[in-house]
Structures are given as structure tokens and as C-alpha cells.
């Protein structure tokens, strides 16, 4: 077998070369991963992976087989007060590379990178577009804690009368609709952070991650990374009219790089002021202000675990169809350490 060289990754230290291969690797795999989507250029992988914001520690390894990039890995790990027994793990091995062995080798580099920082447990999704990646957690003795999918709405396939009755039917007597289009707004940031907690009601299944808390510091992070991604995140909010209080918000997010797809990311409402119909009429007011000021944005892709029934009824009704599939998965790392320790 041809010799593998494992080496780290430092966006800090890594030369121009270094990054044009690792660039031509993903291109492979995202071709794989996603084949309807156009490859992402090298300017826009790399902005994106020097945007990482520092609430999240990342390490990343190539693998080189003959002066060529044949797999890469990354794991990220919470830089919070909460859920430090987590890393979230990744490998991508080229279709032409696979069954050498080069998973395992990568697997060991996170694995002691995890070990070191005292991480306990082993999260990582696969794709059931590439049923390898199933296969090989499978052997490491991983368990499927979460079962979702991605769903994709063709703009073309909308129901736009259904659109303009959730728009016609929202609650106007009960809440008032606002936008933040970028950066929220200074005075509203602790509020946002707590409206945001309401993610943590989202289901988890059988994942071992403990509620996720906003601070205002990791808001302004992440919309800084935004800005260094060049991408565009609106926010629409509903408020009660009454207390004044947040109830719930929908966001998407637009890369100039990807300018077809657009990404739905939350969509959330208070326990309290459900039953009003206040997911919908969020979800409507937003897709008809992407139709009005995105025309080119042809298709909107989400993520749901199969488990989120509410929000799966909504998008099942604007016409989102099943993409794909995605596993996640949860190992303790003494176990995976045993299996590497056996091979």
C-alpha cells in the first residue's frame, strides 16, 4: 500500500499550496456530498475556515498519499462552560482512497487531541449519501442517537396561496412582527439570548448534550464570523404586544458564494404563546421577503430530526421534500481508544 503521511492542518502556518490541496479535496467530497450544488471557491472555503468563532476550538489534519490530499479530519470542542465532555468529529476520505486504513489513522489524531483537552464523548454525523461513513461508526461501536434529514424546498414547487393565508391569518391582535437584518441590535442583546434558549426544546433524542446557553459575547462572535463569511443572516421576531417580550423568531442565512441556495437555520416560539399559529405566520412573512429581495435564491434547504413533528408539519406543508439523510452518532472515547489500542 502507498505510503500515508498525516499531517496538521494550521490555517496560521499552512502555505499557499498546502491550502489550494486541501481546497481540491473538498471540491471531491462536496461533489459527492452534494451533487447539485456548484464547487465552493478556494477564496470562500478559506474565509470560511478562518471565521471559526472563538467559542469553538478547532484542530484539523490532511492526509497525503504521493503528494496528493486523500482525506482530511477536523474536531471541534465547546470553548464554553457547558458541554466540555463533548468533541465533534469529522472525516472525509476520497472515494478512491477508502478501505486503506486512512479513517482509522485520522481517527487516532482526534481521539488525542480529544483526550487531551479532557473531552469524554465522541459526536459525529454521516450522510447517508455516503454509506461509509455509517459503516465505519459502526466498527469504532458508535450508536445512532439522532435520525434527521435535510429537507429542500424548490421555490418553484411553493404554495404561494398557502403563504398568503398563514401571512392573513397571523395573530396581529396578539404579537407584532419586527426585522433584524445583520447585527442585532445592542439593547435587545440579552433578550435575544434568552429567546434563543428555546432551541434547547428542539429535540435531542438520545444525545448526551446539555442545554446550550447564549451569552451576548458569543452573539457578537458568531455575527463576526458572519461578516468575515460574507454571509447575510435575516432575523424576523415576533413580540407580544402585551408584556413586551420576545415569543419567537425564524432566521435564514445567504452566502454571495452559494447565491441559489439559502439556508434555513431556527425557527423557534416560547412555550407559552404556542397554538397561536406563530411558527407559520413567521415562516410565510420570511420566505415571501426572500421571493421580493432574493430572486435569484431558487431552492431553501433545513435541517429537522425526524422526531421534531411541529416544525416538520410546517415545512411538509410549504413543500419541503426529503433531501437526505443524516445519523448522528455518540461514542464514549475510552471506547474508541480500546478499538484503536486493538488494531
Known sequence: MRQISIREFDIATASRQEFQAAHALLVRLEAEAWPEDPPRSLEDWERSIRSVPPFWAVHRWVAWQEGQTVASANVYMFDTEHNRHIADGYIGVDPASRRQGIARKLLARIVAKAEGEGRTLLVAGTDSAIPAGGMFMNRIGARVVIVSRTNQLDLVHLDRSLMKRWCDEGPRDLFTLGWW???????????????????????????????????????????????????????????????GELAGYTEVFWESGQPQTLWQGDTGVLPKYRGHGLGKWLKATMIEKVRAERPQVVRVRTGNANSNAPMLRINDAMRFRPYKDWTTWQVELARVRDYLDRQ
Open 181 to 243: 437584518i445583520g447585527p442585532y441590535p445592542e439593547e435587545y442583546l440579552a433578550p435575544i439570548c434568552e429567546l434563543k434558549a428555546v432551541m434547547n426544546t428542539a429535540p435531542r433524542d438520545d444525545l448526551q448534550m446539555d442545554d446550550w446557553t447564549w451569552t451576548p459575547e458569543m452573539l457578537r462572535q458568531g455575527e463576526r464570523s458572519l461578516t468575515e463569511r460574507r454571509t447575510e443572516r435575516w432575523t424576523l421576531h415576533a413580540r407580544h404586544q402585551t408584556s
